[in-house]
């Protein structure tokens, strides 16, 4: 004689698979959430190499590096040996440009923000510290805003 019972699952059984899951769940979260930090992290040193490249290739074509109040139109227009602008190249203005244009801060509390301040503490409201007499090019960002690792980014 057969059993009419059926086979299935117990509710104990399918609550250990639902635990199981989103175990996983928050370890494949996690594993993202750190990925997209990293890539920031990179595309910030990234920019930060770009620039600080480029700033060296005016100043062997100019003799000094960009001012601060110019700092833009210096850098993404074509100059002359005095550093004057102008939107096309000519005989008068053969370098350059160096950038197509400042890039925009990829993380931290002046994400979004492609403004460059002087001076060598954290100024609010502006994307990146420039030195116009060395030639030092860094995040804008307070002390408080780390990587993952937890590296002041305004010290790369």
């Known amino acids: 004689m057969r059993s009419s019972r059926q086979r299935g ?3 104990i059984e399918i609550l250990i698979v ?3 899951l989103g175990i996983l769940a928050t370890v494949v979260i996690g594993v993202f959430a750190n990925a997209s930090g990293d890539a920031s992290a990179k595309a910030l040193k990234e920019d930060l190499r770009t620039v600080r490249a480029q700033l060296q290739f005016y100043l062997a074509q100019h003799g000094s590096y960009p001012t ?9 227009a074509y100059t002359d040996r005095d550093g004057n602008t102008s939107t096309a190249p000519n005989a008068a203005h053969p370098f350059g440009p160096y950038l197509q244009t400042v890039p925009r801060m990829p993380l931290g509390t002046e994400k979004g923000k492609e403004s460059v301040t002087d001076g060598t503490a954290y100024v609010p ?3 990146w510290r420039y030195d116009s007499t060395s030639g030092q090019f860094f995040a804008n960002l307070p002390d408080t805003d780390k990587d993952g690792d937890g590296v002041i980014l305004n010290t790369y």
């Open 9 to 11: 699952f117990t509710l």
């Open 125 to 127: 409201g502006f994307g």
């Open 68 to 76: 601060v109040a110019t700092f833009e139109q210096q850098m993404t």
């Open 18 to 20: 639902v635990v199981i």
